[in-house]
T-cell receptor
Framework: DAGVIQSPRHEVTEMGQEVTLRCKPISGHNSLFWYRQTMMRGLELLIY????????DSGMPEDRFSAKMPNASFSTLKIQPSEPRDSAVYFC??????????FGPGTRLTVL | GQQLNQSPQSMFIQEGEDVSMNCTSSSIFNTWLWYKQEPGEGPVLLIA?????ELTSNGRLTAQFGITRKDSFLNISASIPSDVGIYFCAGHYTDKLIFGTGTRLQVFP
C-alpha cells in the first residue's frame, strides 16, 4: 500500500508568492495532520482534521496560513503571502482513530 | 508548544554497542510512540506502546512504557551503521501527539 504522499518534495519561491503544499493520506485513515519542522522549534503541529473537518488550528502561525481538506483523500496547506521565515520542512501525517500517525516524506520549502 | 524532555540530545557510538535513550514528561500519556527520522525523510514509526509497564520489541529495538505513564525508554542492541538518524519519542495527548526534542545517533564503523 502507498504511504502518505506529499507534493512537491521541494519548493523554492520568492517572498510574497503564494505556496500550496499537497497531501494524500493513507487510504482508510480518517485523521490528517500538518506539521512544520525547523532546527530551532522541532516538530510543530499546525492543524489537524478528523473526517475532513478541521479540529484544532491553534498551531497555525498566522492568517497567512490556511489548510483545507475537501475530501478524505486530499488536503492542501497554503501560505499567502510567503515570507523567508516560513522556510522549513512541512510534513503531512495520517492516522486511523488518531494514535499511530504515519508521516509523508515532507516538502522542503525555501522562501527567498 | 508542548514538548517532551528527551535525552541524550546526541550520541556517538561504535558499531556493535548498545544504545539507550529516554523521554520524560510532567504529564501522563496513554500511548507512547517512538519514531526514527533519516535525512531528507519523514519520521517512521518504530514502536507503539499502549499500557503502563509494557515492554515491546521490534528486532534489535526494545521500548518500555513507564509505570508512572510519564516516561518511556528505547534501547537499540548491537548498533549498526544504518541505525544512524534522529529518534523521537511522542506521547499521545487528546487527539494529538506531543513530540520529544529528538536524540541524534551517530554510529561509527
Amino acid at each position: 500500500d502507498a504511504g502518505v504522499i506529499q507534493s512537491p518534495r521541494h519548493e523554492v519561491t520568492e517572498m510574497g508568492q503564494e505556496v500550496t503544499l499537497r497531501c494524500k493520506p493513507i487510504s482508510g485513515h480518517n485523521s490528517l495532520f500538518w506539521y512544520r519542522q525547523t532546527m530551532m522549534r522541532g516538530l510543530e503541529l499546525l492543524i489537524y482534521f478528523n473526517n475532513n473537518v478541521p479540529i484544532d488550528d491553534s498551531g497555525m502561525p498566522e492568517d497567512r496560513f490556511s489548510a483545507k481538506m475537501p475530501n478524505a483523500s486530499f488536503s492542501t496547506l497554503k501560505i499567502q503571502p510567503s515570507e523567508p521565515r516560513d522556510s522549513a520542512v512541512y510534513f503531512c501525517a495520517s492516522s486511523y482513530a488518531g494514535k499511530e500517525q504515519f508521516f509523508g516524506p515532507g516538502t522542503r520549502l525555501t522562501v527567498l | 508548544g508542548q514538548q517532551l524532555n528527551q535525552s541524550p540530545q546526541s550520541m556517538f557510538i561504535q558499531e556493535g554497542e548498545d544504545v539507550s535513550m529516554n523521554c520524560t514528561s510532567s504529564s501522563i500519556f496513554n500511548t507512547w510512540l517512538w519514531y526514527k527520522q533519516e535525512p531528507g525523510e519523514g519520521p517512521v514509526l518504530l514502536i507503539a506502546l499502549y499500557k503502563a509497564g509494557e515492554l515491546t520489541s521490534n528486532g534489535r529495538l526494545t521500548a518500555q512504557f513507564g509505570i508512572t505513564r510519564k516516561d518511556s525508554f528505547l534501547n537499540i542492541s548491537a548498533s549498526i551503521p544504518s541505525d544512524v538518524g534522529i529518534y523521537f519519542c511522542a506521547g499521545h495527548y487528546t487527539d494529538k501527539l506531543i513530540f520529544g526534542t529528538g536524540t541524534r545517533l551517530q554510529v561509527f564503523p
